[in-house]
């Protein structure tokens, strides 16, 4: 999962570099400093485009908002489901009135660091999860930068 600060870096749960620019408008016509930096600024990025996307996907299908009432196996598909449907809609629809609400409510809300949360269950939090998560996040983290500086 890709979480906001508010997560610890952890096994299934991919959180942004402590310590390093993560708001957008802080990377506005700013190089970036190192590896960190870069990941964390396409870490938002994607955060960005998932938060809205299932934001548009509950506001076109209300059922999702009760998502928690339906067994696990019954949610995967039914999402996918309202996507083909909800892609299918966009083909036709010039401007879809749901993204241009969605871009204005973000516009309208400052980006705010994210509050502590209760650690989901089930998760590896021993130091052997933690020191392995933030491997695959620095690893992550290197081949985005190598190939930032390899395109410059």
């Given at each position: 999962?890709i979480?906001d600060?508010?997560?610890t870096?952890?096994?299934?749960?991919?959180a942004p570099?402590r310590?390093?620019r993560?708001?957008?408008?802080e990377f506005?016509?700013?190089?970036?400093a190192?590896?960190?930096e870069?990941?964390n600024?396409r870490?938002?990025?994607?955060?960005?485009?998932i938060?809205?996307?299932?934001g548009?996907?509950?506001?076109?299908?209300?059922?999702?908002?009760?998502?928690?009432n339906?067994?696990?196996?019954?949610q995967g598909?039914?999402?996918?489901?309202y996507?083909?449907?909800?892609?299918?809609?966009c083909l036709?629809a010039?401007?879809d009135p749901?993204?241009?609400e969605?871009?204005?409510?973000?516009?309208a809300?400052?980006?705010?660091d994210?509050?502590p949360r209760?650690?989901?269950?089930n998760?590896?939090?021993?130091?052997?999860g933690?020191?392995s998560?933030?491997?695959?996040?620095?690893?992550?983290?290197?081949?985005?930068?190598?190939?930032?500086v390899?395109h410059a």
């Amino acid at each position: 999962y890709i979480v906001d600060a508010g997560f610890t870096n952890m096994p299934r749960f991919l959180a942004p570099f402590r310590s390093q620019r993560y708001h957008l408008q802080e990377f506005c016509g700013h190089r970036y400093a190192g590896p960190k930096e870069l990941f964390n600024h396409r870490h938002l990025s994607l955060r960005n485009v998932i938060e809205r996307t299932f934001g548009v996907l509950k506001k076109r299908f209300p059922i999702l908002r009760s998502m928690p009432n339906y067994k696990s196996t019954r949610q995967g598909p039914l999402v996918s489901a309202y996507c083909v449907v909800h892609n299918w809609i966009c083909l036709c629809a010039v401007m879809d009135p749901f993204f241009m609400e969605a871009d204005n409510e973000m516009a309208a809300e400052a980006e705010a660091d994210g509050l502590p949360r209760d650690q989901p269950d089930n998760v590896d939090m021993s130091q052997h999860g933690l020191t392995s998560q933030s491997n695959v996040r620095d690893a992550i983290a290197t081949v985005m930068w190598l190939n930032h500086v390899h395109h410059a």
